[in-house]
T-cell receptor, first 112, second 114 residues
């Protein structure tokens, strides 16, 4: 079965600094990979997803992620953090049976 | 533009009580899901319904039952609540049951079992 590990349950950055949220997965077959964001008291919203093709995926709000098969990673980045980026971020992996597995989440804090 | 609607938003139960969480989507999606979210564990799938008339167990189905009432509605029932079921519950839907499908989530139900 596939699984996801998110390194760092809390990440704190200054406004304007680079955001890097780490995600590694384990899977015996090519995965579909997702990043979701959860704002306080809300459900999850899709930021971006990788299915096939280009390994650098661009999402909403200036986020992007790169699928690196050799490293089994799908790290999320944003060049310049904004206060409104403060939220919890979840990496997820699935296959054709759609048994989507989520990581434990990383809470991003943005300091002024 | 409702999307996925869950009721209630908050609920407190005593051990052994029963309750049903309701979920409805207005996007004409075929597939619906129930997840629970616990601190440090992310979201775990309880049950899903790939299409109207079908339901299947997810990763953590014990202590729960579901009903796909029609294409729009998917309910989750706790027959005899236990403190271990204290959690935040999310309903989600997708156009189809396939690994690359985007999930649309409701805003959650915060359940406490005393």
């Amino acid at each position: 079965a596939q699984s996801v590990t998110q390194l760092g349950s809390h990440v704190s950055v200054s406004e304007g600094a680079l955001v890097l949220l780490r995600c590694n997965y384990s899977s015996s077959v090519p995965p579909y990979l997702f990043w979701y964001v959860q704002y306080p008291n809300q459900g999850l919203q899709l930021l971006l997803k990788y299915t096939t093709g280009a390994t650098l995926v661009k999402g909403i709000n200036g986020f992007e992620a790169e699928f690196k098969k050799s490293e089994t990673s799908f790290h999320l980045t944003k060049p310049s953090a904004h206060m409104s980026d403060a939220a919890e971020y979840f990496c997820a992996v699935s296959h054709n049976n759609n048994d989507m597995r989520f990581g434990a989440g990383t809470r991003l804090t943005v300091k002024p | 533009n409702a999307g996925v609607t869950q009721t209630p938003k908050f609920q407190v139960l005593k051990t052994g009580q029963s309750m049903t969480l309701q979920c409805a989507q207005d996007m004409n999606h075929n597939s619906m899901y129930w997840y629970r979210q616990d601190p440090g564990m992310g979201l775990r799938l309880i049950y899903y319904s790939a299409s109207e008339g079908t339901t299947d167990k997810g990763e953590v189905p014990n202590g729960y039952n579901v009903s796909r009432l029609n294409k729009r509605e998917f309910s989750l029932r706790l027959e005899s609540a236990a403190p271990s079921q204290t959690s935040v519950y999310f309903c989600a839907s997708s156009e189809a049951h396939g690994g690359n499908e985007k999930l649309f989530f409701g805003s959650g139900t915060q359940l406490s079992v005393l």
